[in-house]
C-alpha cells in the first residue's frame, strides 16, 4: 500500500476529501473490492492465511467508507440546522424592524380592513407568529354576534413570505349563514324582496334572537340612526357607508352585496390610546419600562363625529397598505375614490346591522324608513345574559 493510498483512505475516513476526489477514491475502492473478489475466487486451497488477511482489509475499507458517508451526513445536518436557526434570527428581526414594526403592520391591516368590510368581525384580534425562513403566519377566529353572544364560526389564517401576502384561507364550522351581507340603495333598479325575510321572523318562537341586515327607504345621517334605534329593544352594531361607487352599475344596480362600512363604536388605533399609567424599574443600563395601562378617549354613543374621524384615520391607514388590504376582500376597495368622495359630500347610510330578540326585530316591517331586511343569523334567548 503506497503512502499515497494511506494519505487519502486517512482523508477519506475524516471525511477531508473534495467532491471530485471523494468520487475518484471510491471508484478506485470499488476496483479494489472486485479485485479482492477476483482473488478470493481464484485462490488457491493451501493460501488461506492470505485470503483471512484479504477479507479483514475488506472490512476495514468498507468500515471507512460508511464512516466517511456518516460524517458528510452529519455535517449535512449541522449545516441546516445552523441555517434554521441563523434564519429564524434574521427572520425575527426583519419582522421587528421600524416603529411600528412590521408585525403590527400587518396585523392592523387585517383586523382594520375586516373591520370595515365584515360587520361581524369587528370584535377579533389577529394573532401572528413568524416562521424560519422570512415567513410570518397571521391566524384569527371568525366570530359572529347573535343577540349578546358572540359565536366562533370559522378561523382565518394569512401567510407572508417578507412583505409578501397571501390571499386569506378560510375555514368555516357550526352555523353561519352562507350569504354576506346584503343591503337594498335607496332608488336602485332592483329591490330585494324580503317579504319571505318578515315572514321568517313571524314564525320563529318567542324565545330566539337574531342578527340581520336593515336597508334604509332613504340614505341617513350617522346621528339620525343612532336615533331611530334609540328606544328600541336592540342593538345597532353596524353602519353601512355610502363612498359613492355603491349606485353604480358595478354595484349591481342597487343592491349591495360588498358593503363598507363601520362599528357602532370608534376605530380607535394604537396611537389614539392615552397613557394611564407606567411602570419603570432601575437596571445596570438605566431605567426600563416594566409595564403600561392605556385606554381609548372618551367616547358617547352616537357621537357621528368621533366616528368618521376614526373611520377616515383608518381608510386613510389602508390606503397606505390597499395591495395587502385588496387580497382580503372580493373586488379592490377604491380607497381613493371612496375617501374623496367621503370629504366632498359628507357621512350617510343606506343600511345597518341589528342584533335582538326576533320579535322585537318584526316591528320593524312597520316602520316607514325601513325599505328591506335580511335575516343573517337565529339563536336561542340570550338577550339577559349580560344585561
Not at 154 to 179: A, C, D, I, K, W
Not at 231 to 252: H, P, Q, R, Y
Not at 326 to 344: A, Q, W
Not at 347 to 355: D, K, R
Amino acid at each position: 500500500m503506497s503512502d499515497e493510498f494511506k494519505r487519502k483512505l486517512a482523508a477519506y475516513e475524516k471525511g477531508e476529501l473534495s467532491d471530485a476526489e471523494l468520487d475518484a477514491f471510491e471508484q478506485e475502492l470499488e476496483k479494489l473490492e472486485m479485485y479482492q473478489e477476483h482473488l478470493e475466487e481464484n485462490e488457491s486451497p493451501g493460501s488461506n492465511g492470505s485470503k483471512i488477511n484479504e477479507k479483514k482489509q475488506q472490512k476495514i475499507l468498507k468500515r471507512s467508507k460508511w464512516k466517511a458517508r456518516l460524517q458528510t451526513a452529519f455535517f449535512a445536518i449541522t449545516m441546516i440546522l445552523a441555517l434554521t436557526i441563523v434564519s429564524s434570527i434574521l427572520t425575527s428581526v426583519y419582522y421587528s424592524w421600524g416603529t411600528p414594526d412590521r408585525v403590527d403592520v400587518f396585523r392592523n391591516v387585517i383586523d382594520h380592513t375586516l373591520t370595515i368590510t365584515d360587520p361581524h368581525q369587528t370584535f377579533g384580534g389577529t394573532s401572528t407568529n413568524t416562521t424560519p425562513f422570512f415567513g410570518l403566519k397571521a391566524t384569527r377566529d371568525l366570530q359572529k354576534n347573535v343577540g349578546h353572544e358572540t359565536v366562533k364560526v370559522g378561523e382565518m389564517e394569512v401567510n407572508f413570505l417578507f412583505s409578501m401576502m397571501s390571499h386569506p384561507e378560510r375555514e368555516y364550522s357550526g352555523e353561519r349563514t352562507q350569504n354576506r351581507a346584503v343591503f337594498a340603495y335607496p332608488d336602485g333598479e332592483f329591490d330585494l324582496d324580503s317579504a319571505s325575510e318578515w315572514n321568517k321572523l313571524d314564525k320563529l318562537p318567542e324565545g330566539t334572537v337574531v342578527s340581520a341586515y336593515v336597508s334604509f327607504e332613504e340614505l341617513l345621517e350617522t346621528e339620525d340612526v343612532f336615533e331611530r334605534f334609540e328606544n328600541m329593544e336592540m342593538d345597532l352594531t353596524w353602519l353601512a357607508v355610502d363612498t359613492g361607487v355603491e349606485a353604480t352599475e358595478e354595484w349591481n344596480q342597487g343592491i349591495v352585496d360588498n358593503p363598507i362600512g363601520f362599528p357602532s363604536f370608534p376605530i380607535w388605533h394604537e396611537d389614539d390610546m392615552i397613557l394611564d399609567s407606567r411602570e419603570q424599574e432601575q437596571g445596570l443600563f438605566g431605567s426600563r419600562t416594566v409595564s403600561e395601562t392605556r385606554s381609548s378617549p372618551d367616547y358617547t354613543v352616537g357621537e357621528g363625529e368621533v366616528l368618521h374621524e376614526q373611520f377616515m384615520k383608518t381608510l386613510f391607514f389602508l390606503e397606505d397598505h390597499e395591495t395587502k388590504a385588496n387580497n382580503l376582500v372580493s373586488g379592490g376597495l377604491k380607497l381613493s375614490e371612496r375617501i374623496s368622495y367621503l370629504e366632498n359630500n359628507g357621512f350617510f347610510h343606506y343600511g345597518a346591522v341589528i342584533t335582538g330578540p326576533t320579535k322585537e326585530v318584526l316591528t320593524l316591517q312597520e316602520e316607514a324608513w325601513v325599505e328591506a331586511l335580511q335575516v343573517d343569523e337565529v339563536s336561542l334567548w340570550n338577550w339577559n345574559e349580560y344585561d
